[in-house]
């Protein structure tokens, strides 16, 4: 592959994804003369997008050149990397998945990645994935195809199953578990190494270590742990005492994939705090395309989110970088951990490509409880991919958040009619 690239950034709207994507990206000097191509079907969220492009990378003098269109088949032809973030309807949609199985009974958390939103969100966003994966085999058959779209694991193993896109899924997770992490080791981020394995959202951290000295830190934090503000991530520090690893990446992530999820907070998701948070975002890179505010600096540099430029750069100039978790299909890296599943483990990234890497095999309490979520999300899977109401209602009823098949029925036709639009077979 040559030095220079063309990647293409689908959802590119997206103001959290964007920035994250940009920092990196016009931080760097590694993809001078490449070319970002950026496709979202809001013509008003592109053009903030693409101004807001332009702008940082003038000021950082990366060059990039920057293409935008709203057009997704004329962006992709030539592509070396396509970068996916896409949602449909996100907090519409969302809200229903959350207040609609409250409504029937069960108890749970975001209702996001787990139980019934998690299975709604893949029966929607199946589709559109795989309309991107045709017209990526089409076009631009040997491109990476980097997700950042949930449900992380289902879009990989679905992915992976039916199409012949090569799928990698990226998720800032782990490093918010290392900041949770940190707050009860007192000691900063940049000190702390961490390597996890697991399933999106549901990892373990199998492995903690000093930065510097490689010492095993996890005899202080379980020491410290013990007199910490019992308030603080409660639900995982329960998990942590009971199978003595920790599991990443929050108290409301992993909460969906549990029945006693709930018990730590069932609030669900801040809509209200997240539009607001949207709006101050926006006037924000409104004012500094229009040149009336000054760019803040942490705009200025990398950030702290996925690694999706850092694949880039070492696929494209061969550096063997380690990445701290991807997601893959697992084929034998969580060796007590069904094959057919998407796991997020570290990887090596360089010219040939992704190399999932092993840490052994997870210990088997652990290995047993994430075996009950890969079977949930081995079955939704199916039931997106053929957009089979049967095999979703096998999916809740194997969900250990659903307590009441006649509740998943309701929910069921509830939900199935709210996503109707959008529900319809990937193969």
């Known amino acids: 592959m040559p030095n220079v690239t063309k990647i293409v950034f689908i959802g590119a709207g997206s103001a959290a994804f964007s920035l994250s994507m940009y920092r990196d990206l016009f931080t760097s000097r590694d993809l001078a003369g490449s070319t970002l191509t950026l496709v979202d079907t809001n013509a008003e969220a592109l053009r903030r997008s693409g101004d807001l492009a332009e702008a940082l990378n003038r000021r950082g003098g990366a060059g990039i050149i920057i293409e935008r269109t709203t057009d997704r088949r004329s962006a992709l032809d030539g592509a070396g ?29 975001l209702g996001e990645n787990g139980g019934p939103g998690g299975l709604f969100f893949t029966l929607r966003t199946m589709p559109l994935i795989f309309d991107i994966a045709r017209d990526v085999e089409a076009l631009c058959p040997d491109a990476l195809f980097i997700n950042l779209s949930n449900p992380e694991s289902r879009i990989v193993l679905g992915l992976s199953r039916y199409s012949r896109v090569r799928p990698l899924g990226l998720c800032h997770g782990l490093f918010l578990a290392r900041w949770f992490i940190c707050q009860i080791l007192g000691m900063t981020e940049a000190d702390v190494d961490l390597w ?14 000093d930065r510097q000295s490689g010492r095993d830190l996890y005899p202080l934090l379980r020491e410290r742990e013990k007199t910490h503000d019992p308030s603080f991530t409660p639900l995982v520090r329960k998990l942590f005492r009971a199978f003595g690893l920790w599991p990443s990446c929050s108290d409301d992530h992993t909460g969906e994939f549990l029945p006693y999820g709930w018990e730590a907070g069932e609030h669900g998701f801040d ?30 540099t990398p950030s702290w989110g996925e690694r999706a430029v850092a694949v880039i750069e070492a696929i494209l100039h061969n550096r063997k970088r380690f990445i701290e978790a991807g997601i893959v299909r697992n084929q034998g890296v969580i060796p007590n951990l069904p094959a057919d599943v998407a796991v997020e483990v570290p990887v090596m990234a360089d010219a040939a490509g992704i190399h999932p890497i092993s840490l052994g095999p997870l210990p088997q309490p652990i290995a047993n409880l994430l075996s009950i979520q890969a079977g949930v999300q081995q079955l939704a899977v199916e039931a997106a991919i053929h957009a089979s109401k049967e095999l979703a209602l096998q999916a809740l009823l194997i969900d250990p958040v659903i307590n009441s098949a006649t509740a998943a029925a309701e929910i069921l036709d509830e939900l199935w009619e709210a996503n109707r639009d959008y529900i319809r077979p990937c193969v």
């Not at 996890?196 to 270590?209: C, D, E, I, K, S």
């Not at 539009?275 to 942490?298: A, F, H, N």
């Open 196 to 209: 996890g394995a697991g399933l999106n959202h549901f990892q373990w951290v199998m492995h903690l270590r």
């Open 271 to 300: 809509f209200t705090e997240d539009e607001r948070g949207r709006g101050i975002l926006k006037d924000l890179m409104d004012g500094v395309i229009d040149g009336s505010r000054t760019i803040p600096e942490d705009w200025l």
């Open 81 to 109: 990397f396509v970068v996916n973030s896409v949602a449909i309807e996100r907090n519409r949609l969302w809200k229903l998945d959350f207040e609609v199985p409250k409504k029937h009974g069960i108890r749970h958390t």
